[in-house]
């Protein structure tokens, strides 16, 4: 996961003006989001380690939105 952050990373250095910072935005919004989704996703862990029973529900939750948001900005960047 690190290793795609760091090709995205070189790609918004290599384009400037306007487009260079929507894409910069989008990248901090998208490693925001990811961070936020990995919290949510230890939370759950923690929930399903005291036996609450929707912790399985969150995690399924966590895991289905880091696939989304991450395709999302790969499919944005292929069409590029």
Same mark, same amino acid.
């Given at each position: 996961?690190?290793?795609?952050?760091?090709?995205?990373?070189? /790609?918004?250095?290599?384009?400037?003006? /306007?487009? +260079? =910072?929507?894409?910069?935005?989008?990248? $901090? *919004?998208?490693?925001? %989001?990811?961070?936020?989704?990995? +919290?949510?996703?230890?939370?759950?862990?923690?929930? %399903? &380690? =005291?036996? $609450? &029973?929707?912790?399985?529900?969150? /995690?399924? !939750?966590?895991?289905? +939105? *880091?696939?989304?948001?991450?395709? &999302? !900005? /790969?499919?944005?960047? !292929?069409?590029?």
């Amino acid at each position: 996961m690190i290793v795609v952050n760091l090709s995205f990373a070189t /790609l918004a250095l290599a384009q400037s003006g /306007l487009e +260079g =910072k929507i894409n910069e935005t989008i990248l $901090d *919004l998208v490693r925001i %989001i990811n961070i936020l989704i990995v +919290g949510f996703v230890a939370w759950s862990g923690f929930l %399903i &380690s =005291k036996g $609450d &029973s929707s912790g399985v529900t969150r /995690l399924i !939750y966590g895991v289905v +939105g *880091l696939i989304v948001v991450n395709a &999302s !900005y /790969l499919i944005i960047n !292929y069409f590029k």
